[in-house]
């Protein structure tokens, strides 16, 4: 019997899919991509409290949408 997923609302295609990318992933897959990630000049990576996670959230989405 396959397994069923169900989504929260609002989640698009997009979403489902990028959930399934990560699910399907090898360990080593991932540790190979998150290695690229910190090697990307174009990309910053720092660690933020727990606390701060919706405000940081809050911000990023103004800047997309400016």
């Known amino acids: 019997m396959k397994?069923?997923?169900n989504f929260?609302?609002?989640w698009d295609k997009g979403r489902r899919h990028l959930?399934?990318?990560y699910e399907s992933q090898t360990e080593e897959e991932?540790?190979?991509e998150d290695e690229a990630a910190f090697e990307d000049p174009t990309?910053?990576?720092m660690g933020i409290p727990n606390?701060?996670?919706p405000s940081v959230r809050a911000l990023?989405?103004?800047h997309a949408e400016s």
């Open 8 to 10: 929260p609302p609002g």
């Open 43 to 45: 990309q910053t990576m």
């Open 60 to 62: 990023l989405s103004k």
């Open 30 to 32: 991932a540790v190979a």
């Open 19 to 21: 959930l399934q990318h």
């Open 51 to 53: 606390e701060l996670v």
């Open 3 to 5: 397994k069923t997923t």
